[in-house]
């Protein structure tokens, strides 16, 4: 089965025998220094000194610790939106109580720092909510002219989802200043689901030792302590530490410099290739995401129909269009361990999935 969504992405073959390993005492010795390894290998993607924390749980959680850690219920937050994800991270800071703005653009556009700028001159935000790569519309937004606009005028915090980018796309952490920075395990990663990876940055701290919002399990001060000694307050998934050992160590070798080249390889690739089938590509080309494309289902195709001849005639799973979206584009997922030849047998695919259809 080709797997071709942008999340869980496929495992590779030592990735997939390492998660099957026999469990260890999480409290041992042995655990300690896989999971120092663990954070070592995530630091250089990060770009970051800062404390990186392993949350048991997907993306999601890493988004919710973001906002319940920083904020309290009231606080100002200025939400900015291109699509699904960024919704869901303002769906949770008021789902938290947070006074939430909402800054949206038009689906398959990026993020306008601009907009952004008189966004923050009308009023003041204790934070900002960013996604780097909106994965339902296939659009990566101009992360650093944005936080350049951003800390012209004030300094609320950035809240940042990275959960489709990091490990795929370069994203400076400490450089562009954000706060906090969340992946997740099955994106860029190659390693099954179970994992939110997030960097802490000194002001997040410090925003979190007056943070009023309840926490328990997302209390990142308890895990603080312990993950630089290598454990944690509670059973992490043993499975995905050791999977993202051996995944963190194939992307060492690879060179995070050519991790990145491959991926903006595949992404144009994909773009050309889909053009030349005579689809319509979804996203503002200008910031075409190089880990997900979107692609318009063709006027009179059922896109849900499609998906399905995919999978049972081709053995091809593609992302489908997901909220406004469904059944008007189909997402093929490219970040990971990915190469072209993945995306091609994926379009020989679609195009005869097209005809089939006719
Ligand atoms: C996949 C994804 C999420 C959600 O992650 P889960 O692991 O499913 O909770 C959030 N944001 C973006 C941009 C994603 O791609």
Request: hydrophobic share 45%; net charge neutral; aromatic share 6%.
């Amino acid at each position: 089965m080709n797997l071709r969504i942008p999340g869980p992405t496929p495992c590779p073959p030592d990735v997939l025998a390492a998660v099957g390993r026999q469990m260890m005492n999480h409290r041992g010795p042995e655990v300690a220094e896989l999971t120092r390894r663990v954070v070592g290998g995530l630091r250089p993607f990060f770009r970051t000194e800062s404390d990186i924390i392993l949350l048991t749980a997907s993306g999601t959680a890493g988004l919710e610790a973001a906002i319940v850690n920083t904020l309290s219920p009231g606080d100002p937050v200025l939400a900015v939106t291109t699509g699904v994800f960024g919704d869901r991270f303002a769906e949770i800071a008021e789902g938290y109580g947070a006074d939430v703005t909402r800054l949206s653009f038009e689906w398959g556009t990026a993020v306008d720092p601009a907009e952004v700028s008189s966004a923050l001159a009308e009023k003041r935000f204790r934070a900002v909510l960013l996604t780097h790569n909106e994965t339902s519309t296939g659009v990566t937004s101009p992360l650093g002219e944005i936080c350049e606009s951003i800390h012209a005028r004030s300094g609320p915090l950035l809240l940042v989802d990275a959960i489709s980018s990091l490990g795929a796309l370069p994203l400076a952490t400490d450089a562009l200043g954000l706060d906090v920075v969340v992946t997740g395990s099955q994106k860029a990663w190659g390693v099954p689901p179970g994992m939110a990876m997030l960097s802490v940055s000194e002001r997040a701290w410090h925003a979190a030792s007056t943070a009023r919002i309840p926490r328990f399990y997302l209390d990142l001060e308890r895990y603080r302590a312990p993950v630089r000694e290598g454990q944690f307050p509670w059973t992490p998934s043993l499975p995905v530490l050791y999977g993202l050992e051996v995944a963190l160590e194939r992307m060492r070798l690879e060179g995070e410099e050519a991790i990145y080249a491959r991926h903006a390889r595949v992404g144009a690739h994909t773009r050309a290739a889909v053009s030349a089938l005579g689809l319509e590509l979804f996203a503002d080309p200008r910031f075409a995401s190089n880990t997900v494309t979107a692609v318009r289902v063709p006027e009179g195709i059922d896109g849900k129909a499609l998906t399905r001849t995919l999978r049972e005639r081709h053995a091809t799973v593609v992302g489908g269009g997901q909220g406004k979206l469904t059944g008007k584009i189909f997402r093929l997922g490219h970040l990971g361990f990915v190469t072209v030849d993945d995306v091609d047998q994926a379009l020989f695919a679609v195009s005869r999935a097209l005809r089939e259809r006719k």
